[in-house]
């Protein structure tokens, strides 16, 4: 039995419930770490998972939930404990049920929300899992995580062992949020790009109040769900932390989930075997359906998400962190400065920008160094979305890992060995990245040889197990005054990608080189693209034209309902105006 | 042996040559119009008649060129005259050759270029159509004309008396135009239009000379071509005109028509039976090649022709000759008083418009008088290109009478009874005419209830033998205000009609109602709309941003060469510019 099998068959998953109450029960004594009682007492451990087999748990989970270099006492291996506690699940489980090797936070937290940086909670986590493998755990679980570069960090250092262990990632929401701003939505998004097998909720509320989260990331979801909830809500008894909702209730209020689409359940705290064989009495009555939700393309930060399709508003992505032309920005750049840069991002952040395309390249300056520095500092400050745009791979690795969520990569052409370098970095990271169909020397001027490229690139991105959602392409918006049947070319291709389900992006301003009228040529390119689906586009936010056309086929196809922003934007518009105000 | 037969067969068609040259060897006194001496001497007729058959003619021409009211003395019965010269054809064919009737021009000119009406062109021709058809031809060929208003009453003759007769028509050209102005491909437009079986140009220069025009003609035409060149170039000799070229290179030349694509070849003045022979001779050796090209829609007026599709720049249809919400101009047309529409006209034009819309309802105004005398003073100024505005029948039908081309009817809609009352009447009078998506009292908000609309008016359409090609579909801009997913539905409608090979238009202005900044909606939408396929509008042309979105979208769909229109109107332009000043 292999855990894709079953993730893939149309059967519900039982998962465990929680291992506190039953080990407090076998002298778990207060305050001392689950994984050191369990080292002096395996039998302890042993006969909870096979309570939880007797149960009905396919999936059992290991007692690792700490065993972390941060939080285990620095007398203990980290890889030895962890492997030790994989080895008493399989023993416990004789072949029964799997195993999924447990990974709770470290305690740390990224900087700057605390002091450790990615690549030590990416070692952490690969000691640990390294362990659980070694010790035969046949998928990883990331647990009640609650911040969500720490749950990237756990991906990363997964595939790090093994690019192709099955992984799945719960987090935790208190309301409607992780406890550092991570929506449900946003959750979703970011695992969806790193391709992890199932994602899921944890902890913290009972079914009941879970239902409005599991509710929201069914409808991005298309992968797989677990939800394991607390027996209830916690109640103070005899100053202990207690959970009483009766394995008969709480079975009742699980079967909602799973009427809903919920393909695995299981529990949290105070649930124990009894709350499992109530649920799977009631699930056997009922017969599993596939939660069907189609998901766009999508970028995330910690607090923020932002789809890309013809049915969402097409997306600004903000230029101007580019010191081409740029004299005073080169200059400080140069010099390490950060000041103007930043004031870029946030006046193209006010001028309605969801995305920040963020380039430091210029002589004399180290984009490894300046790159991930600069997102740093747009990070702290504005938790803004970000496009790390850059033809250096070392800037782009450490800004992929500085960025607490799925940043946009700008971008990767079809010139040789650039996708097969770039790439997997991208797909490790669950970067969504800008395909560009360039490749030798010679434009592609017609939509026939951009599609040729485009179909190419796309061959060899699904050969290096990059996922489709990874993927927006750039149209090519070249320059009409040299190639005057690029325009309509490029067109071509926006319908081609809106066809095939890409979304796609262009640098507008390139189209419009050479001619008077720039503004004028962009923005009507933009509306006819847009016509055609274009997703998203590379401009100056603070241009009054581009805003027009934005709000103007928002209202158009639309996006914007009860013409709400338009009549905003507009209600005093002339024919003639030069700005867009917003009020 | 059926006439349509042949005309589809893959065999070259040859008709005969000159009667004159025949008829004077004969006694044909000089000055006697040849239907009367031949009403004397039958068996000349009948042997010149023969004599071609020998020499190869499959299709045969009446004597009855001048055979009409007007040019024949008024002792003779037109109807009788045809009819004996149509008998004397047949007999001496035997049934070898088909029997064309020539109708050649009356001598007489339209209304203001002379002064008979479209009626009484038309009663002249039904008049001889009729007693050749009595007398058994088996196709009506309309020769040596060169007034467009004319060829057209021949065609619209020919329908009254049986709407199914085969029928072609052929111009004679001086130079590049016809005497009046049309040109070969406004001619062959026209005759498209008109559904007739071929078209053909005859007369006045000999093959050689005639060549550039037939290529002009092949580039446009579907229907198959009759060329019937002159003996070579007039020559005076003894105070008489002849035609010297000789038989031999004659065909000779006429071969290359041949090689070209012309489907029909036969000879006009100066060439004989042996002309005829020597073409059958060279015509043996060669195979058939049926020309292939696509004509888009298109409308002409007689100087002027105006094609539609996406290979075409869209075309501006200027809405303003309409009294709606114009005072003045409504008491202007209420007292009959056309200065003020005039001037609109005039104006329009002058602003790029390609095609005047023409209405004229408004309450006390006598459609059917003011809008053909509207129609009647615009031709006589500008001769322009007209869209007929009316929901008033006899307006539309005397409307199409003192036009001298194809003009646009605006338009039939799906309501019970309008396109089986109106559309005979634009396959007729060859009148393209806007198709109009709507039925019943409820406006069809989504593309598909639009579509559905539309499949249904075509096959109707079809069903009365209306050519597709008639047929221009308004996607129907409705007011996003009230109905908010109309404008993109709006779009799909495009999409669709494009993909269908099928030309499209838009009342433009009607999408922004309520709301504000409306020219920037409207211009907006025409760039997604153009984007998207869109053919036409229906707009006021003089607005600075429909201008600014003319020029822009046909910079960037490549149908401005060298950008050198956008250039000329842009090259100062600023953002806040309100107006496109032209050079
Ligand atoms: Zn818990
Ligand atoms: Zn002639
Ligand atoms: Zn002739």
Redesign the interface.
């Known amino acids: 039995m292999k855990f894709r099998e079953i993730l893939n068959s149309d059967e519900f998953i039982l998962f465990d419930g929680g291992m506190g109450t039953l080990l407090q029960g076998q002298g778990l004594p207060p305050g001392e770490m689950p994984e050191i009682f369990a080292l002096c007492k395996p039998e302890v451990i042993v006969n909870a998972h096979l309570a939880y087999v007797q149960a009905g748990s396919k999936v059992i989970t290991t007692n690792t939930f700490g065993a972390n270099r941060f939080k285990l006492p620095s007398k203990y291996n980290v890889f030895e404990v962890n492997k030790k506690m994989a080895l008493l699940a399989k023993k416990a489980v004789q072949g029964k049920a799997l195993v999924a090797g447990s990974v709770g936070p470290t305690g740390k937290m990224l900087r700057p929300l605390g002091d450790v940086d990615f690549e030590e909670l990416v070692d952490a986590f690969e000691e640990q899992i390294r362990g659980l493998v070694a010790g035969g755990v046949d998928l990883i679980l990331g647990e009640t995580h609650f911040d969500l570069a720490e749950a990237r960090a756990v991906v990363v250092a997964a595939r790090r062992v093994d690019a192709s262990f099955p992984i799945g990632i719960s987090m935790t929401f208190e309301g409607n949020t992780s406890l550092t701003g991570t929506t449900p939505t946003g959750f979703v998004l970011t695992m969806l790009n790193m391709n992890v097998d199932f994602i899921a909720i944890n902890c913290s509320l009972g079914p009941k109040e879970l239902l409005p989260i599991v509710q929201e990331m069914l409808e991005v979801s298309s992968t797989p769900i677990l939800v394991e909830p607390n027996a209830g809500l916690p109640v103070l008894e005899d100053g202990k932390t207690v959970f009483k909702l009766e394995p008969e209730p709480f079975a009742f209020q699980m079967l909602e989930f799973a009427k809903m689409g919920v393909k695995c359940l299981g529990g949290c705290c105070g649930t124990t075997p009894q709350h499992i064989a109530s649920l799977r009495e009631l699930l056997s009555s009922l017969k599993f359906q596939k939660n069907s939700a189609h998901t766009s393309f999508a970028l995330t930060s910690r607090s923020k998400y932002v789809f890309f399709g013809f049915e969402h508003k097409p997306v600004l992505i903000g230029e101007r962190i580019n010191p081409t032309g740029k004299k005073i920005l080169t200059e400080e750049l140069q010099s390490g400065n950060l000041h103007y840069a930043l004031e870029l991002g946030e006046e193209q952040l006010e001028a309605g920008a969801k995305v920040l395309d963020v380039n430091v390249g210029a002589p004399l300056v180290k984009e490894d160094k300046i790159l991930p520095r600069l997102g740093f500092e747009l990070v702290k400050r504005f938790d803004p979305i970000l496009c790390f745009d850059s033809t250096n791979f070392l800037a782009i690795e450490k800004s992929l890992q500085i960025y607490p969520g799925s940043p946009l990569i700008n971008s990767i052409s079809g010139e040789k060995g650039r996708l097969e370098k770039l790439g997997p970095l991208c797909r490790d990271y669950g970067a969504p990245f800008i395909l560009l169909p360039l490749e030798g020397k010679k434009l592609p001027v017609t939509s026939k040889e951009r599609i040729a490229i485009i179909e190419k690139m796309i061959k060899k991105c699904l050969d290096l197990g990059i996922s489709k959602r990874l993927i927006l392409i750039d149209a090519l918006a070249l320059t009409?005054?040299s190639k005057?049947?690029a325009?309509?070319a490029c067109?071509e291709v926006i319908k081609y990608c809106t066809r095939q389900g890409f979304p796609t992006t262009l640098g507008l301003s390139n189209?419009s080189f050479g001619?008077?009228?720039r503004?004028?040529?962009n923005s009507?390119?933009l509306?006819?693209?847009?016509?055609?689906g274009l997703s998203s586009c590379i401009v100056n936010p603070n241009s009054?034209?581009i805003l027009?056309?934005f709000y103007?086929?928002n209202?158009?196809?639309?996006k914007d309902?009860?013409?709400k922003e338009?009549?905003n934007v507009?209600?005093?518009?002339?024919?003639?105006?030069?700005r867009v105000e917003k009020k």
């Open positions: 009409v005054s005057p049947e325009a309509k067109l189209i001619l008077p009228a503004e004028l040529i009507t390119f509306a006819m693209a847009i016509a055609n009054s034209k027009e056309i103007t086929t209202l158009l196809l639309n309902k009860q013409a338009f009549v507009f209600s005093n518009w002339q024919v003639g105006e030069s």
